[in-house]
């Protein structure tokens, strides 16, 4: 027996594939929403990783930021305590500086100069008087510029005869006025160890001894 199909078979085929067709387009669309989720969940996880480096890596940039400034402040506060040091050191440095400008004079001054005003101002120092000859004068500035280990580099500001000589007085009395420069005593240990080959923080020979220092 010999069956013969009536029903329309080409368009049920058709239609069979139209809804396989729009089924795999629903499922593509299906898993590219799901691949789509999944991606932007791991973006999100991403960001959020990323955010809380950033969120740690601001706040130890404070926390160095904060300890730059401290460390500022202490350099600040070391270089200020090493000037208020310098400064007591100078002082307590300087402080014999006059007993040594005294008895410089008293050594270098010769016979027939008295000396009337001495004035110190740092290292600088002005000395008058007056002298029999201008020949004591310059003598007295050869011992100042050769002989002291203490002066240095004199120079002559003035020299007259004196006015307020009495008139029977046969000699001539010249007043003088003569500018001097005082080492300090780093400079005249340095100086002397340079000389004779000793440590520079050891005292020359001749110096007198800070009030306090402990004598060899």
Request: hydrophobic share 40%; aromatic share 4%; net charge positive.
């Amino acid at each position: 027996m010999i069956l013969i199909n009536l029903l329309p078979h080409r368009e049920e085929r058709r239609q069979r594939r139209k809804q396989a067709f729009y089924a795999g387009l629903g499922l593509s669309a299906v898993a590219g929403l799901v691949i789509a989720g999944l991606w932007y969940l791991v973006l999100q996880q991403m960001i959020a990783a990323q955010n809380d480096r950033n969120e740690f890596l601001t706040a130890e940039i404070a926390k160095l930021d904060n300890e730059i400034k401290d460390i500022a402040s202490l350099r600040s506060d070391i270089e200020s305590l090493k000037a208020r040091q310098r400064a007591v050191e100078d002082l307590q440095t300087d402080r014999n500086m006059p007993v040594h400008l005294l008895n410089e004079l008293v050594r270098q001054t010769p016979e027939g100069i008295y000396l009337t005003a001495i004035r110190q101002d740092g290292q600088s120092v002005n000395v008058s008087g007056m002298a029999l000859t201008n020949e004591r004068v310059s003598e007295f500035l050869r011992n100042t510029a050769n002989n002291s280990p203490w002066l240095e580099r004199p120079e002559l500001q003035e020299i007259k005869v004196s006015a307020n000589q009495p008139v029977r007085d046969q000699k001539r009395l010249f007043e003088f006025s003569v500018r001097l420069s005082l080492k300090r005593p780093q400079d005249v240990q340095q100086q002397a160890g340079a000389a004779s080959g000793v440590a520079p923080g050891a005292a020359p020979a001749g110096t007198v001894p800070a009030p306090g220092a402990p004598r060899s």
